[in-house]
């Protein structure tokens, strides 16, 4: 008996010590995905150890619920099968509400199993951390470690160790299951767990990071632009809303997001988009201390000069699906979008494309837009991308409807 108390002291130290980091890791994950204010964690110390980086992926979720609840779950667990054998006896007004804890005759051997089994689920998470995500959560590691010792404390390591576990919890669930209201009653829980993981995983309601990359996935992942305009209006050409965009044709993610917004354009009325040039490249961005996107400048005036022969948009979505590296390569796509490319090439080197060109980016300096996409509806300014449903509720509540 002094040896099964010392045991279950044990546990009870390592999953209350499990229980509190798991909540810090909760908050953790809140904060990263929930609250923009949010200050950096401590245990984000730089690119690779960094808690609210891996919290903020889709791994650091299960349908659609956070690791870290589910790590607060287990270690409840831990705590109800440490005092299984006084709780199917609890008594409240002459009802034994846990009298269902009977089932579990053999409690260190399901403690035993879950804390091999969650062991095990964390050197696969650990293995994705490391070599998928290409981050550590160092508090992450700590319940690691603390989910193999309660495995190891909870072991029967005179009669069988793991497999006595393993055989004790398959039969106590068999035993249990004979009988009928039991048998129910697992059904009728499974059947709201079932319920339960299907609504986080398609709601999102813990996930808006997987939500958010869901839908930019749409737009990341394509191939060309289907929602693509030949002319030079994007939108209602009459529009009283008109959303100004800057962009940078060498911006990876500008691409995505000149998708998005040719779509928003087939989806929505009364909303007229406008684009800007910010090409941050030294040849014509006086604002850069060193170079960056290199080529940025000269793809932009030749966008600006397609303009003037009526095909801005088309000129623009090629250049973010095809990169030109080289003018040569740029005349050869004007040339398949029938552009007077003599024409074109001229007035792109002209001085009144060029003056122009640095008021957009002397007009996005102005407004504190230093980085791409950025995106100007009404008085507010954005830089980066929103999910597309995010970017669609800004266009709809400055007034924009569907279509």
Not at 40 to 60: L, Q, R
Not at 106 to 122: D, E, K, Q, R, V
Request: neutral net charge; hydrophobic residues 45%; contains cysteine.
């Amino acid at each position: 008996m002094e040896k099964i108390n010392v045991k279950k002291v044990t546990i009870f130290i390592l999953a209350l010590l499990g229980f509190v980091t798991t909540i810090k890791l909760a908050l953790i994950y809140y904060d990263a995905n929930f609250n923009p204010y949010a200050l950096p964690s401590f245990c984000s110390v730089n690119e690779f150890i960094d808690c609210d980086g891996v919290a903020k992926t889709n791994e650091s979720q299960f349908f659609g619920i956070p690791l870290a609840y589910w790590g607060l779950f287990f270690y409840s667990f831990i705590f109800l099968m440490l005092g299984a054998e006084k709780l199917k006896d609890f008594k409240l007004f002459n009802f034994r509400i846990f009298k269902f804890m009977e089932v579990f005759k053999n409690p260190l051997s399901y403690i035993a199993m879950l804390g091999i089994i969650a062991f095990s689920i964390s050197m696969t998470l650990l293995f994705v951390s490391l070599f998928e995500i290409n981050k550590l959560c160092i508090l992450c590691a700590v319940t690691y470690v603390i989910n193999l010792l309660i495995g190891l404390a909870a072991l029967d390591y005179k009669n069988g160790h793991i497999v006595k576990a393993f055989k004790d919890s398959v039969s106590d669930f068999f035993d249990a299951i004979k009988n009928k209201a039991y048998l129910i009653a697992f059904v009728l829980v499974m059947i709201l767990a079932v319920c339960g993981l299907y609504y986080t995983t398609t709601s999102y309601v813990f996930t808006p990071q997987v939500k958010r990359q869901k839908e930019l996935g749409e737009f990341v992942n394509a191939k060309g632009n289907k929602y693509a305009v030949s002319g030079n209006i994007l939108g209602d050409e009459d529009a009283k809303l008109v959303v100004y965009t800057y962009t940078d044709f060498n911006c990876p993610i500008c691409e995505a997001y000149n998708i998005m917004i040719h779509k928003a354009a087939k989806e929505l009325k009364g909303v007229k988009f406008v684009h800007k040039n910010l090409p941050l490249d030294t040849e014509c961005n006086p604002f850069l201390k060193a170079p960056f996107h290199y080529g940025s400048c000269t793809m932009a005036r030749y966008a600006m000069a397609a303009e003037k022969q009526g095909k801005f948009w088309a000129v623009n979505s090629k250049f973010f699906e095809l990169h030109p590296q080289s003018e040569e390569e740029i005349l050869k796509i004007a040339k398949d979008l029938k552009l007077d490319t003599e024409k074109l090439k001229q007035d792109a080197n002209s001085k009144e494309i060029r003056d122009e060109l640095a008021k957009e980016i002397e007009m996005a300096a102005s407004q504190g837009i230093n980085g791409t996409p950025a995106t100007k509806v009404g008085n507010e300014v954005f830089v980066g991308i929103k999910p597309y449903s995010k970017l669609i509720e800004i266009l709809e509540d400055a007034g924009a409807t569907r279509r």
